[in-house]
């Protein structure tokens, strides 16, 4: 049976000396690997482990379950923030309501790019919006995440230097291992036609798109939030409010101060 892995979780309940080697010595009893170890809350511990039979993950759940130092709170198949957690030390933050929204702050960029690139890296259509304040860095971890998982991103419409705003690509242009950025609000107050017809051509692509202002976006297009994938709001701190008020008024910060590429 090939290799596997799991994700164990537990909450310590007497940190004693030793509890960590005893935990790693009765794995190595039961011939099973450890992929990695970290904090991933407070008092919690979490492990990525490979074993290659599955009655062996069942025979440690019923040892651990002995154990009166340690509370089991996981063990399963790893999910992506089980990885994260790991890698990173804590859970990315996930919203109680609507589970595929999940939120950053400023000094978190690296988790958030972390999370973006495994997105990527997944085959098929995803559909990714990104909610968040004028320079907070939405697009900037964006085009990170995209050097990341090694993806080749492509703007259909942006203020990232000047006003970038897409009607037609190059042939060499379409493909499933591009990340086709657009920016939801130049879309909708600056974009014609045509450039909503390349938008719904590249929606049909079985690759990874990210749409900055959501929001805005759905509202001056066909699209809802149903059809996105994951929410992602990046904030400076976490009690800054996201709105978008200025986008109605003639100076909006949203706005390029550089002029407009039209493609």
Not at 61 to 88: C, F, G, Q, Y
Request: glycine letters at 6%; aromatic letters at 8%.
């Amino acid at each position: 049976m090939a290799m596997k892995e799991w994700y164990v979780e537990y909450e310590i309940k007497q940190n004693r000396p030793g509890l960590l080697g005893d935990i790693s010595s009765l794995l190595g009893m039961l011939s099973i690997n450890i992929v990695t170890i970290n904090g991933v809350d407070q008092g919690r511990r979490g492990l990525l482990i490979r074993a290659d039979n599955d009655d062996l993950i069942e025979r440690l759940e019923s040892i651990l379950n002995t154990m009166d130092t340690i509370k089991v709170i996981k063990i399963r198949e790893p999910k992506l923030r089980d990885r994260l957690a790991v890698r990173h030390g804590r859970y990315i933050q996930r919203d109680a309501d609507d589970k595929k929204t999940f939120r950053f702050i400023r000094n978190e960029l690296g988790v958030l790019v972390d999370f973006m690139a495994e997105l990527y890296k997944q085959e098929g259509h995803k559909l990714i919006g990104i909610r968040g304040m004028p320079r907070v860095g939405k697009t900037e971890s964006i085009v990170a995440a995209s050097v990341c998982a090694n993806k080749r991103w492509l703007f259909l419409s942006s203020t990232l230097l000047k006003q970038t705003i897409r009607s037609q690509l190059l042939v060499d242009e379409y493909g499933e291992n591009n990340i086709y950025i657009i920016d939801g609000i130049v879309s909708a107050k600056r974009a014609n036609e045509k450039h909503w017809q390349l938008v719904r051509e590249i929606m049909r692509l079985p690759a990874v798109k990210v749409i900055e202002h959501p929001d805005i976006f759905i509202r001056n297009s066909e699209y809802t939030m149903e059809d996105f994938d994951y929410i992602i709001e990046l904030r400076n701190d976490a009690d800054e409010e996201i709105t978008y008020d200025v986008v109605d008024k003639e100076n909006e910060p949203f706005a390029s101060d550089f002029g407009e590429f039209n493609f």
